[in-house]
């Protein structure tokens, strides 16, 4: 087969919506995956940027506690979807979007966790529970159905692109972190333009073959994974209100029931 230019562009994605346009279902979000599954979550995203922890962030108020909190949560979360993304990798629904050398946020994560944590950071993880229902959740798709997986790939990378490159301004200018230590997570090296590899990627995305079932299953995974994020949230908000009200243990930590130990 000839290589071409266009090869990042499936074909699967203009008959798509060459056939489509015949029948004149271009609506709104038009029949391609990633203007559906950015219009399905619309409402979500506005509810996810108005957490206390990202109106915190979005304010430059965010503490170095709320960051290595959000460090913990974020860690956990990324093993698993890059754990479920490995052993999928050359599923038809996930080769696609499949970019370990550009996006992996693991190793970035486990630096970061060093810098604040130290060389034993691995013992001192500590999650909330809406952590371990978002990590089981992955598991469980990975499993058993790995063409969800893109909702969640999709909901964490492309916004790791977008705001979360603001993000990563504002953690260095509220922590005060000299250079780029402790924020890896927000570098991409492997990725040059943002903006150029989110078309890359919505392309790849447009190019899943999936049933109308599947589709509909898709958009649904991916406002759960919005949802499963505000959780995560929220409950790091909770975990360190009680850590303001009562007195904390040894390691800065809250003792609280919505805690749970995990050991890295
Ligand atoms: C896209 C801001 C939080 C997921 C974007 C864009 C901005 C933005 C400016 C680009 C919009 C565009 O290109 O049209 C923010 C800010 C946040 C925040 C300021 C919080 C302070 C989040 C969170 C998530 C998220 C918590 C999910 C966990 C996404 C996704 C996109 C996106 C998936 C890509 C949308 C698409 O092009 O399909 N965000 N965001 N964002 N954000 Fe956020």
Redesign the pocket.
Known sequence: AEVTPDQDLPQSHSTKNMKSARRGEAGDAGSDL?EQ??AATKEN?IR??NTQL?LS??KGHITTTQYKVLLCSLYEVYKALEEELDSNASHPAVAPIYFPQELARLDSLQRDLEHFFGPDWSGKVIVPAATHRYTQRLREIGKENPELLVAHA???Y??DL??GQ??GKLTQKSLGLRDREGISFFSFPGVSSPNRF?QLYRSRMNSIELTERQRAAVLEEAVSA?EY?IQVFDDLQKMLSVTTETQRDASGFPSSPIMQFTAG
């Open positions: 990633s599954i950015k995203h996810a940027e990202m962030y979005q999709y909901t964490r492309l916004g977008s705001g603001v993000l989110k919005f994020n």
